[in-house]
């Protein structure tokens, strides 16, 4: 009897919880660069190394190797940009430089829309690098072929997010701190360098992307 009795009390108090409707709004954050973005859709060349014991360096395509590692932005013919979901990721991975406020709740509180977001006013150039690969004192160097968006690029951010949870001024300051302490693309201060940063221009409220 008393187990019956428990559990008829649990499902009152379910039965007794208000869960107010969730208050679901859009507004569109124009970021604009402060240093160039690197874009490497290909993650790294797969390749040869330059150089090597066996290997003999063998012509490539650079031209084709700069291409494929730009991300196209879909229905927009010659634009490019960099996915959305790595803004999202900045978004969240910026939550540990405020107080107070939880990554955990920021992941389910907001989306960037679209798969990729495209770079505006700066068009990509190829950009060649020499990064040393394996470990020290054997590294090998080898030649990074990657798109760079130079400066000035800008982009607008299309967010959806739950306004119960965030206000579009805490999304902009979390925005900018993921520009200044996380950036996008590959070598960005998340990963030990200074490419990919940004910060917000603009913010404001729209009714649909």
């Known amino acids: 009897m008393a187990t019956k009795a428990k559990r008829a009390e649990v499902q009152t108090e379910r039965q007794d919880l208000t869960i107010p409707p969730i208050d679901v709004k859009m ?5 604009r660069g402060i240093s160039p973005v690197l874009s490497h859709a290909l993650g790294g060349y797969e390749g040869k190394s330059m150089e090597g014991p066996k290997n003999k360096q063998k012509t490539r395509d650079l031209e084709a190797e700069f291409r494929a590692s730009l991300y196209p932005v879909p229905g927009h013919a010659g634009a490019f940009g960099i996915p959305a979901a790595a803004f999202k ?7 540990r430089y405020v107080d107070g406020m939880k990554a955990t709740l920021v992941r389910g509180a907001l989306y960037v829309l679209g798969d990729v977001i495209e770079i505006r006013d700066a068009k990509p150039r190829l950009r060649r690098d020499v990064a040393r690969i394996g470990r020290f004192p054997t590294r090998t160097p080898d030649l990074r072929v990657r798109g760079e968006f130079p400066l000035p690029w800008s982009a607008l951010l299309p967010i959806r997010f739950s306004a119960s949870v965030l206000s579009v001024p805490q999304i902009a300051n979390l925005l900018n701190n993921a520009g200044f302490s996380v950036g996008v693309g ?4 998340a990963k030990c360098g200074s490419f990919g940063q940004f910060s917000v221009a603009s913010a404001d409220f729209i009714d649909r992307v």
């Open 27 to 31: 507004a569109g954050f124009t970021i």
């Open 186 to 189: 590959d070598w960005r201060p």
């Open 89 to 95: 990721s900045a978004i969240v991975d910026a939550c």
